[in-house]
């Protein structure tokens, strides 16, 4: 046995992306004067349009028999799919893997690369007047250049979404009369729907990055004698508090335009780090006594009024570490402390085996 059992329902969400394109075409007659007199929607299902063409016949047919049912009514469209094939020219290598949080468990998850597959689908329109069916056409035509882009939600669980291409191949048009004047006709044209298949998503052992490093050197002809000038680092920070620590309460009522208030207290609070009042937050730019001065509106939170005795609390190293631990709810944002760090040539270079600067 290959592995264990997965079903992502990436073929059947396929399948029903696809229909849903064309589910909401309507058809318009007008008199001579070019009033609208009728409105058709028209329906749209899955199926081979034989299956439909050998419905309306049989309704022709057997008009007389109340045992039959009754027959369809044109203009409907029909699609089916038919066929499958492997696509070398979107393969990438097999061994390529990506990492993602699983929405439900919270942990990581790992998933090798999709397979690439085409997925041909057939869209049928059965018409018995022309005009009906040249509106149709028109109302289809006019988004395929020859590829219209779909956003499909592949795998729900890591929340994996891609823009699909569905890409008009042809139109091959069918005008009979072969039986007698209410014989139906058919204008019948194809697509292309390219989609990708997913493996199992395996539980990976790795964490997150956490932290980046890069150092910049000067003079690299020798790495033995380079001069060492700049080290990056970045980290993940938390932009909204996650700790409820009440650091402090509002001592008035803050308006929108304010942007100088008084607290109860202001020592547990420092310049150039942030705070959080309701859903606002902003960023301490002065304190005095008890008077703290703020930039409002930051990490795009929108800038309220706030009432007196409203909860301060304080975006800090605690909540930091609710982003490093990965507790932090599924779907927010987080934003990154930067650091650079100068050097005055110190003979040393960062040891990734040994996680510290050595020497050559």
């Known amino acids: 046995m290959l592995t264990n059992h997965f079903y992502h329902e990436i ?6 992306s696809f229909g849903t394109l064309f589910n909401n075409i309507e058809v318009q007659h007008k008199d001579r004067s070019g009033k609208t ?4 929607k028209v329906p749209i299902s899955y199926g081979p349009q034989q299956k439909f063409l050998a419905r309306v016949t049989q309704g022709r047919d057997y ?9 369809l009514t044109l203009p409907r469209m029909s699609f089916e799919v038919m066929g499958m094939n492997y696509d070398s020219t979107r393969k990438v290598s097999t061994m390529q893997s990506f990492k993602s949080v699983n929405k439900n468990t919270k942990k990581m998850v790992k998933s090798f690369m999709p397979v690439p597959y085409n997925i041909n689908m057939s869209l049928s329109i059965l018409a018995k007047l022309n005009e009906d069916a040249i509106q149709i056409l028109e109302q289809i035509l006019p ?4 590829a219209f882009n779909l956003t499909i939600d592949l795998v729900d669980v890591i929340g994996e979404k891609r823009d699909m291409p569905i890409t008009l191949e042809g139109i091959q048009m069918e005008d009979n009369y072969e039986d007698d004047f209410l014989q139906r006709r058919a204008l019948v044209y194809t697509l292309s729907f390219k989609t990708y298949l997913f493996g199992p998503i395996n539980n990976s052992s790795d964490g997150l990055i956490e932290k980046v490093q890069a150092d910049y050197f000067t003079g690299t002809e020798n790495r033995k004698t380079a001069t060492r000038q700049q080290r990056y680092t970045a980290v993940p920070i938390a932009v909204k508090d ?3 620590d009440d650091a402090a309460r509002t001592n008035e009522v803050i308006q929108p335009n ?15 780090t942030y705070i959080q009042i309701d859903d606002e937050k902003m960023l301490i730019r002065g304190i005095s006594g008890n008077r703290i001065t703020v930039r409002r509106g ?5 800038i309220v009024a706030h009432d007196i005795n409203i909860p301060i609390n304080s975006i800090n190293a605690q909540d930091d570490a609710k982003v490093v631990e990965r507790v932090i709810e599924f779907g927010d944002d987080f934003g ?24 050559l």
Do not use: H, L, M
């Open 143 to 146: 988004y395929f250049q020859p």
């Open 336 to 359: 990154f402390g930067e650091q650079v760090t100068d050097f005055a040539s110190d003979g040393t270079i960062y040891s990734e085996t040994q996680g510290r600067d050595s020497d």
């Open 11 to 16: 073929i059947r969400k396929t399948i029903v």
């Open 242 to 244: 996650y700790t409820q």
């Open 298 to 302: 930051e990490f795009g939170s929108d």
């Open 37 to 40: 007199v009728s409105v058709v």
């Open 258 to 272: 304010v942007t100088s208030f008084e607290v109860n207290n202001a020592t547990p609070f420092s310049t150039k």
């Open 63 to 71: 008009q007389g028999d109340s045992t039959v049912g009754t027959t």
